[in-house]
């Protein structure tokens, strides 16, 4: 077991109260296992990877814990977590093009941060250029500044430092989303590649693009307005989807072959509550098809199927 | 490079010869007449007047059309002559400049460099400690919003009169001729003092307040928050952090650095302190063509110096203008 995740709660504090962004998740993540994250904005999905690397204001640790490969995370407590940082999680940040800082040299800025850590560049440098030619860069970019990359690049570069340590989980967040089809598929493939060569032992990939996480994703949670709802095998996931929303988000994308000008794409109507002060209950009965009376009550994430588990009343154990 | 520094040039070029144009232009443009008022001063019979204000007239060649004085101007520019002083007939302005700009020197580069130092050291310690930042916020905004001669007329008031510790105004004691003695050494330096603590003042709380705000943005900055996540220490985050606000920090430095010549007009008027503010404003009052000019040219060249410095520092410190030099687009 690489990860486990108890009833972490993360609320961001402001002046109008707090938001629960990260209401009591649970998950674990196995040796070698790429999960995929996928819901909408605002679902918590960010904040659940970044509350597994740096939790700092306005993000507040309400309750949960982490332990990664038998070892407790110290979630709540930032300094604790630089020991953490970039060998046990590491994080692909949403902002991987504007990551790095665009007035030293990018090879300078890593020895600096290998020496924080008593590591010495010269004798990590083989490794970092055979890893950059893995994703196809020239080793002559640790000469360069960002700004003389391109954004595909910058997003390259920054996979190569987060994983250069082999950390135990690495966190992608939306590492697909600026980019063009053609090269998220690429960059796709590039994640699995690093889990594959044992580079990067498990990963919890965060998008909302579900056909990224189809084509590499080995398991896939779905979140709703900062709770899970569903998680199971990728395939399961988009195949035979068990949860009302999952179900209407598979159904929302459009497929190949089908004529949409006969049949609309459905969207989800509604929105998704606020999380200020949300309902009690099921977060989703307001937009809930299947909605009953049981809903008002919350439905707990329970084992339907071997590695399928549903937060809905709805679905028989 | 080269291509970078000869556009810059001549951009200087151009902006030296338009402000000395300026420069020319705006004394002219006040009302009244600079020889009558220089006249006003000896009572003669009108007669008499009529003489010497045309004799003074051609003496300065304020007799000749516009264009030919400013032709006249610019040729006498060219070989180093500013003219004439009116208000100190017949000190050349050159000589009138040079005795006063060595207070202004003495005066405001030791007060914006330390104040510089000092501000943004405090700046950036405040950025991080927020004990610090409760105590030294207040009193930078503090400073910093206060009128400079406020200030100076409270420092004056206490530590001069209330005290009675330090002298309140000139450059050195009315007794004493300026000289190479320790006795005159000292009673500059008390007569600095005042002045420069109130410029210092001033200039510390505008620079720590700019420097702690830098700071704040800058560690919110992606980058920073990247190098938070990689775990590394909160040392070499600062020191990011810290290096990337400085460049604005320097591009103030060079600005203030490059109207030192300048003076500092109400800080001088309020210590009677002999600088180039005292004398602008002596020259404006009697509409002293030839000094107004002299002083202005100075604080232009002043200013151009600072920037071309701050284009200078900038291809050293920041990268990304090395880049643009080359002519790629950024």
Redesign the interface.
Known sequence: MSLSVQELRVYYQTLHGEVRALDGVSFSIADGEIMGLAGESGCGKTTLG?SL??L?PPRRLVSGRAVLDGEELPLGD??A???????GV??V?Q?AM????????IGGMIA??LA??KLRYLELLPELERRLDLVRLPAAVLAM?P??LSGGMRQRM?LV??TLLNPSLLVADEVTSALDVSIQRAVAQLLAEFRDRGLVKSMLVITHDLAVLYQIADTIAVMYAGKLVEKASADVIIRAPRHPYTRLLISSLPEIGARHARCRLKGIPGQPPSLLNPPLGCRFRARCPAVSDQCGEEPPLREVAAGHQVACWQQPC | MPRYFARKLLIYALTFVLAVTIDWLIPRFMPGDPIANMLARVSVNTNAAQVMHDYYAHVFGLDLPLWRQYLNFWGRLLQGDLGISLYLFPTPVTQVIARALPYDILLLVPAILLSWFAGNRFGALAARNRWLDNVVSPVAYLFTAMPYMWLAILLAWYLGLVLGILPIAGAYAFSLHPAWSAAFGLSLLQHWFLPFLSLFLVGFGGQAIGMRNLIIYELE???A??????????R?VRK?AF??AM?PQITGLALALGVVVAGALVTEVVFSYPGIGSLLLAAIQRQDYFLIQGCFLFIIIGVLLGNFIVDIAYVV????TR?GMTGEP?
Do not use: C, T
């Open positions: 970044y690397v740096r700092s930032p300094d977590m630089r020991r953490f940082g970039w060998k590491s994080i940040p902002f504007s990551a790095l800082n665009p007035r030293r040299r600096e941060l924080a850590r500044y700004f003389e920054v430092l987060s | 900055a992606d980058y928050r990247y190098l938070e996540a990689l775990g590394a220490p909160q070499l990011h290096g990337n460049l410190l920041d990268p990304r880049r950024a």
